[in-house]
Each structure stands twice: as C-alpha cells, then as structure tokens.
C-alpha cells in the first residue's frame, strides 16, 4: 500500500455534518473521549481509513488476532455526527505525514458537508488541576465554549494532529475547537477524559449524560 485506502462500509445520508475527532495523546484523552460519545450514541462504524504514514507495527489483541492500524469514521445519522477515533499518530519526525492525513480526512469530510471539527486532547500537567481548556478557529465557538465553563488555552500550542486538523480546516472554511482536558496520568487519564467527554455533550447540546 503506498497512499492511503478509505474502506467505505455504509453510506450515511447527511445533509451537512459536524466531526469528533480523537488521537492517541496525553493521558489517552482524545481516544477515550471519542470512545465514550461513539458508544452513548450508539454510532455506526462507516469507514475506516488505512496510511503508509502511520507506524510500522500490528496491533495484537487478547486472542493473538493481528490488524493493521487504521483510523475508525463512526455516524449518527441521529445528530448529524461524524466521530472519527485514530489508533495511533504518525511518527514525531514525518512532519509531512501529518498534513497528509490530515488532507485525507478533510477530503472525506467535506463530502459530507462537514462545517464545524471539535478535536479532543489532554493537557499534563504536574499538580492535580481539574479543568477544560479550548483553543480554535472561531471567536464564536471559543465564546460558547467559556460560557459553559471552559478556559481558554491561551498563549501556547498544540501538537499533533489535535491541532493541524483544525489549522487546515479553517483554509477549507471549517470552524474547530479543541477541547484539552487536564490530566494528573500522562498515559491514562479516566477521570480526565470523563471531564472531556461530559463537557463535549453539553457543547453539542446532546442532553443529560448517559451511563456507559
């Protein structure tokens, strides 16, 4: 395989959709997060796209049962949601990989009418600090973000593609937001990613939050 493959599994019907995006990073929070919304939802596995940027391992699970890693696209049609969960990031110094995948999803999106991308992230921190933190493209969205609760991540940057996915979607005309939850556990953070997930209902205004 030398470009990326998108296994397209179902068609959803969506007039225009908005995306969750979660990657491997501080305390696990972007995966866990996107796991927690994808299954309160109920969301469908549609795609899943395959990169020769990505690394040059297998994941094996508890069976000894091998795959290639891949990043998972899952709907609810219900909500007009796209969540798209990434098993693992390109390697640190691939800096071309980076935009390249992030040109790929953004391709697939837009065919869905994508307008708005909220990433999701953790922040380390050495002291223990509960709290959401946004950074984005759109003064508005950062506006209803506080207005819930959330401060803003000012003066700082964010690696990753948490970051560049929504840098190349603003050249597209697609306001983003990523939500950084702080974390005490740089390699698994429940509680942190929780706080994320509770905090993205509310933003999407999905209602009360259901027990997983």
């Known amino acids: 395989m030398d470009k990326v493959y998108i296994r397209v599994i179902l068609q ?29 939802l109920d969301a469908e596995l ?7 940027s ?3 391992y297998t994941p094996v699970d508890s069976d000894g049962l091998c795959s290639l890693l891949k990043y998972r696209f899952f709907v609810s049609a219900e909500y007009g949601l796209i969540i798209l969960i990434g098993e693992e990031q390109p390697p640190l110094d691939d800096i071309p990989a980076y935009y390249e995948i992030c ?19 953790g922040i380390p921190l050495t002291y223990p600090q509960r709290a ?28 990753g593609l948490s970051g560049l996915l929504l840098g190349l979607a603003k050249l597209r005309g697609i306001e983003g937001v990523c939500i950084l939850s702080t974390v005490v556990d740089p390699v698994s953070d429940e509680e942190a ?20």
Do not use: H, Q, W
């Open 12 to 40: 959803p019907s969506l007039k225009e959709s908005i995306m969750v995006a979660g990657f491997p990073g501080a305390g696990g929070v972007g995966i866990s997060a996107a796991n927690l919304l994808a299954k309160s």
């Open 46 to 52: 549609f795609a899943e796209l395959y990169s020769p």
């Open 54 to 56: 990505l690394p040059d």
């Open 103 to 121: 040109g790929d999803i953004l391709d697939f999106v837009e065919k869905f009418n994508c307008t708005t991308i909220f990433t999701l992230d």
């Open 132 to 159: 959401i933190y946004v950074a984005g493209t759109s003064k508005k969205l950062i506006i209803d973000c506080i207005e819930m609760g959330a401060r803003i991540y000012a003066g700082e940057r964010i690696a």
């Open 193 to 212: 990613a929780s706080n994320a997930y509770r905090f993205l209902r509310r933003l999407l205004r999905l209602g009360l939050e259901k027990t997983i």
